[in-house]
């Protein structure tokens, strides 16, 4: 059986699945497809609008956002060859900070703000987002390959 939407087959989105998967420790996301797994990710205006701002971000919010910013670490290292370490900081209010390193080279600065509504209209554009900052971020270590092997 094929997967009904060919995006889904991307390396982003297959590390995607992986990333939801690996944080599942007690298999309650067992038997559930792509498309249930990671529905949670896209977000219309309508549903960003609902979402209040008031209160401490939850335990699965922070996860998404960490499984797509450890998705793109692992795509990063895939295609420099050196190992890429996510560091997602957030403050109790949903702001705060992802950085992805190689060796000492900041490959990927991102500012958080309302994590709250962490989320992309669509798969296409949560993998539009992903390839632009991979794109940004192996540029970056082939510019400074001496900074990246450090």
């Given at each position: 059986?094929?997967?009904?939407?060919?995006?889904?087959?991307?390396?982003?989105?297959?590390?995607?699945?992986?990333?939801?998967?690996?944080?599942?420790?007690?298999?309650?996301?067992?038997?559930?497809?792509?498309?249930?797994?990671?529905?949670?990710?896209?977000?219309?205006?309508?549903?960003?609008?609902?979402?209040?701002?008031?209160?401490?971000?939850?335990?699965?919010?922070?996860?998404?956002?960490?499984?797509?910013?450890?998705?793109?670490?692992?795509?990063?290292?895939?295609?420099?060859?050196?190992?890429a370490?996510?560091?997602?900081?957030?403050?109790?209010?949903?702001?705060?900070?992802?950085?992805?390193?190689?060796?000492?080279?900041?490959?990927?600065?991102?500012?958080?703000?309302?994590?709250?509504?962490?989320?992309?209209e669509?798969?296409?554009?949560?993998?539009?987002?992903?390839?632009?900052?991979?794109?940004?971020?192996?540029?970056?270590?082939g510019?400074?390959?001496?900074?990246?092997?450090?």
């Open positions: 059986m094929t997967s009904p939407d060919p995006l889904l087959e991307t390396d982003f989105m297959r590390e995607m699945l992986r990333q939801v998967r690996a944080m599942d420790s007690y298999g309650i996301l067992d038997g559930k497809n792509a498309d249930e797994l990671l529905s949670p990710f896209v977000l219309t205006r309508e549903d960003r609008a609902n979402i209040p701002l008031i209160g401490d971000p939850d335990a699965e919010i922070i996860a998404r956002v960490s499984a797509f910013y450890n998705a793109i670490a692992v795509l990063i290292e895939k295609e420099c060859g050196q190992m370490v996510p560091l997602v900081h957030l403050s109790h209010e949903g702001f705060g900070r992802v950085l992805v390193t190689v060796g000492k080279l900041v490959v990927l600065d991102r500012p958080l703000r309302d994590v709250h509504r962490f989320g992309f669509s798969f296409s554009k949560m993998k539009t987002e992903a390839d632009k900052q991979l794109a940004l971020a192996t540029e970056l270590v510019r400074y390959p001496e900074v990246a092997r450090l």
